[in-house]
């Protein structure tokens, strides 16, 4: 499984766009890039999945340049309920059986009123 | 429809007792995930299932570790002759390979 180096913390006002990078240099040819949401006390939630260029869903938009040694998840005007660990994580999704994922530390993102 | 849920919520046990640990994963998803996440910590991998066999078990931290699935549904985790090495927030998740994985709110076992 590929390594992913995040920053550990991140604090940003409300309704400014935040954008977290994740670093993965190692990143094989059949990985994905998956992030993660998680809130106090409660379990870790689906955020957004990519490959490779750009995808956006409702919540986030995750950026991958060409090389794919890193991706940027970007959070647009957040508010205060975004306060959260959020998680990268890089593997072989399409390999049956080795979905498990590999968490790291996270980023413990604060935003402040 | 329901989510994963997990029971108990919170469990307090004394060193040396054995805990079960259940989860009830979204009916239909056939994979089904336990993780262990220690206080200010990312998650631990500790085993999977498709359907009742568990192909991956890798993360189970000792032989005290054993979980079972039956019906491809209900999942038990048990944890026999507990140490206070083994406190923290147990999570389950499930699936629908190779979709996002949807967890449970865990339970927080506690070795006193």
């Known amino acids: 499984l590929a390594k992913t180096t995040q920053p550990i913390s991140m604090d940003s006002y409300e309704g400014q766009e935040v954008n977290i990078t994740c670093s993965h240099n190692n990143i094989a040819t059949n990985d994905y890039i998956t992030w993660y949401q998680q809130f106090p006390s409660q379990g870790p939630r689906f955020i957004i999945q990519?490959?490779?260029t750009k995808v956006t869903n409702e919540v986030a938009s995750l950026f991958i340049p060409a090389d794919r040694k890193s991706s940027t998840l970007s959070l647009p005007r957040v508010s205060l309920s975004d306060t959260a660990v959020y998680y990268c994580l890089v593997g072989d999704i399409t390999y049956f059986g080795n979905e498990k994922l590999t968490f790291g530390t996270g980023t413990r993102l604060t935003i402040i009123p | 429809g329901a989510g994963v849920s997990q029971s108990p919520s919170n469990k307090v046990t004394e060193k040396g007792k054995d805990v079960e640990l259940r989860c009830d994963p979204i009916?239909?998803?056939?994979?089904l995930y336990w993780y262990r996440q220690s206080l200010g910590q990312g998650l631990e991998f500790l085993i999977y299932f498709q359907g009742n066999s568990a192909p991956d078990k890798s993360g189970l931290p000792s032989d005290r570790f054993s979980a079972e699935r039956t019906g491809g549904s209900v999942s038990t985790l048990t944890i026999q002759r507990t140490q206070q090495e083994d406190s923290a927030v147990y999570l389950c998740?499930?699936?629908?390979?190779?979709?996002?994985?949807?967890f449970g709110p865990g339970t927080r076992l506690t070795v006193t």
């Open positions: 009916s239909g998803h056939t994979a």
């Open positions: 998740a499930s699936s629908l390979f190779p979709y996002e994985q949807y």
């Open positions: 990519g490959y490779k």
